[in-house]
């Protein structure tokens, strides 16, 4: 084989493989590495029963009365009660307890004690591309590169939210939409001995 041929498939081969390359190939590796750390998505912190509020459109009671209506929480009317609201004076509301459903139950972590709260967690973040990097910079004492990347969350259960109106859950309606749109965010990634990692992994 031609020996010019030879050096300029080793000189590819070897600028391909090198791990500490600013690239998109590498900022994908360690892009997806982190991307798969990370824990499933909370949506609702609280304990149950719990029983909604006494303000006329509480964001929790909004997100409790979507989520109930996706068969994630059973929605029972217990009284009503007179508050007086700033801007509509006296006005009667209706208070409502909310309990787990059996698929509620699937996605819901209890607190460690008494004392904490337990969470509705479900979904998983996958990685989809790097769009684009900024050239390696120093700091501190190490490089550092910014990286836009996209990424889904799919798993989730079957939910269909409105538009508008969700109370504490709009990152749950974001992420419902992500398998379409998927979600941009930027990280900062480290140049370590063995290639680019996310600062989660190094020291």
Do not use: Q
């Not at 979507?66 to 009284?79: D, R, W």
């Not at 990685?127 to 990097?133: D, M, T, Y």
């Not at 749109?181 to 989660?200: A, M, V």
Request: aromatic fraction near 12%; include cysteine; charged fraction near 30%.
């Amino acid at each position: 084989m031609n020996k010019l041929l030879l050096v300029s498939i080793c000189f590819l081969l070897s600028s391909c493989a090198d791990p500490k390359k600013a690239s998109k190939e590498n900022f994908s590796i360690a892009a997806n590495e982190y991307i798969n750390s990370l824990p499933a998505s909370c949506y609702f912190i609280g304990n149950f029963p719990w029983t909604s509020g006494n303000f006329l459109k509480s964001s929790d009671d909004i997100a409790l009365r979507l989520l109930a209506k996706n068969h994630l929480f059973t929605e029972k009317e217990v009284s009503k009660k007179t508050v007086r609201h700033l801007f509509e004076g006296k006005k009667e509301i209706t208070i409502y307890e909310y309990n787990l459903t059996p698929e509620g139950k699937k996605h819901y972590k209890s607190g460690s004690d008494e004392n904490s709260n337990g969470k509705l967690c479900f979904g998983k973040r996958v990685f989809k591309e790097v769009i684009s990097f900024t050239e390696p910079a120093d700091f501190f004492g190490k490089k550092v590169s910014s990286v836009k990347l996209t990424y889904s969350v799919e798993g989730l259960p079957d939910i269909t939210l409105p538009a508008k109106e969700l109370g504490s859950i709009k990152r749950l309606k974001k992420d419902l939409d992500s398998t379409l749109s998927p979600i941009e965010k930027n990280y900062e990634f480290i140049l370590t001995d063995t290639g680019w990692r996310h600062s989660k992994f190094v020291d």
